[in-house]
């Protein structure tokens, strides 16, 4: 009953035609190849939304929406006593008024739920292995799967994959969204076909963990995905396959295609940016503003070349506020007080752990040139280099 509320998100690949005039084989690598769809419910258009009962505005109004907000008009709480137990019972596990209005806001109808009987048990299941409210809270429909029939199955097969419910905690902690696979459509394919495709056990184990989404996956996808990566000279012993895929279970067609653009308008190549992305996948899985607030702080503030961007990819999953700017402070006044040469390898220089950058410039100097730590603190401004 509830398995239709639930999104599956089943993506395949197909090749698009080339630019014309382009012959696609002498292509370094296949930038458009990777292209997908996903399935999700349409809404009715033109039907107004009943107004809210006196309970569910009154519910909704203690856990902080607005009583014309969708929630309230999709689902009506006729019971304020129920709404009121359930919210005590969710406290009572640890969650937050915040986890609780976003309960509320992505499926208002868990309030209508029996506390005890219904809810009060899959609460024990996700406390006794340490899955944290706050991720639960992200995905609440979970509370309406049964228990019984959908939770207890699909935690047993991930024990018997992953090892330990440590690993089962990290994998739910991660995607929540993972547990809503059907344990035999989805789960179940999806492991035989990572195994029948050469993924070593271990490997399948810690890629469900960083991404169990994968098991929303059908066979046919994964299959798709091996083929990509192959294109890529990826192995899949490889340091860099299982984010690798990690990242393609993560893209649409319309988004990846998008994601490519945008960084070709900074004038990055597509061998660059493939390149780049065997190195760091995680670099198309960000906004569209913060890859170009990044690009630009990388190419107007700093003036590294894109190349040197794209050579050192990691640098783009760097915070700008909470790392890359306060470095840049920091070297910029050891350049003032003539500590490190102008010409520095900044790339490198920006590069590595807080702790290693803090030993090699802050900590060395911090005795001669006071200002390196107020600068990493934040305290000097960064204006560019000079």
């Known amino acids: 009953m509830f398995a239709s509320i639930c999104r599956r998100r089943l993506f395949r690949f197909r090749q698009i035609p080339s630019a014309a005039g382009a012959d696609p084989s002498r292509r370094p690598y296949p930038i458009d190849a990777l292209l997908s769809h996903g399935y999700s419910s349409a809404a009715l258009a033109g039907a107004p939304l009943p107004e809210p009962c006196p309970a569910t505005v009154s519910n909704l109004t203690s856990c902080g929406l607005s009583p014309a907000s969708t929630a309230a008009r999709k689902h009506s709480i006729r019971s304020a006593d129920r709404a009121d137990a359930v919210r005590a019972l969710f406290r009572s596990y640890g969650f937050t008024d915040a986890d609780i209005t976003e309960i509320v806001r992505r499926a208002s109808a868990v309030f209508t739920l029996d506390p005890d009987r219904i809810l009060r048990p899959k609460l024990d299941l996700f406390a ?14 979970l509370f309406m799967r049964s228990l ?8 047993q097969f991930l024990r018997g994959v992953l090892g330990t419910d440590a690993d089962v905690c990290d994998a739910i ?47 046919d996808r994964i299959t798709q995905i091996f083929e990509y990566l192959k294109l890529l000279d990826l192995g899949v012993t490889d ?25 070709q308008s900074f004038g990055v190549s597509e061998g660059e940016l493939l390149k ?7 670099i198309t899985l960000f906004s569209d503003e913060i890859i170009t607030k990044k690009l630009q702080f990388y190419l107007d503030e700093l003036k590294l070349e894109v190349s040197d ?13 909470k790392c890359i700017i306060p470095r840049c402070a920091v ?32 900590m060395r100097y911090a005795h001669d040139v006071p200002d390196v730590v107020k600068a990493y603190e934040g305290k000097i401004k960064f204006e560019g280099f000079r």
């Not at 999806?190 to 056990?201: E, I, M, S």
């Not at 299982?242 to 990846?256: G, N, Q, V």
């Not at 910029?332 to 590595?352: D, F, H, W």
């Open 309 to 321: 961007v794209m050579r050192h990819p990691v640098l783009m999953g760097y915070s700008l506020e």
């Open 331 to 362: 070297l910029s006044v050891l350049m003032r007080e003539g500590k490190i040469e102008p010409n520095i390898k900044l790339p490198t220089a920006l590069l590595g752990s807080a702790k290693n950058f803090s030993d090699k410039y802050v």
């Open 239 to 263: 340091r860099g396959f299982l984010y690798a895929f990690r990242a393609l279970c993560c893209l649409s067609r319309e988004t990846w295609l998008r994601k490519v653009a945008l960084y």
């Open 276 to 282: 780049a992305f065997k190195k760091q996948p995680t």
């Open 128 to 141: 006794s292995l340490g899955v944290r409210p706050r991720r639960l809270s992200t995905a609440p429909i």
């Open 148 to 155: 019984d029939n959908h939770l207890v199955p699909c935690v």
């Open 173 to 219: 902690s991660r995607t929540p969204r993972g547990l809503l696979a059907d344990l035999e459509k989805n789960m179940r394919p999806a492991v035989a076909a990572l195994r029948r495709l050469g993924l070593p056990d271990e490997f399948i184990s810690k890629l469900i963990t960083i991404e169990m989404g994968v098991l929303m996956l059908s066979p």
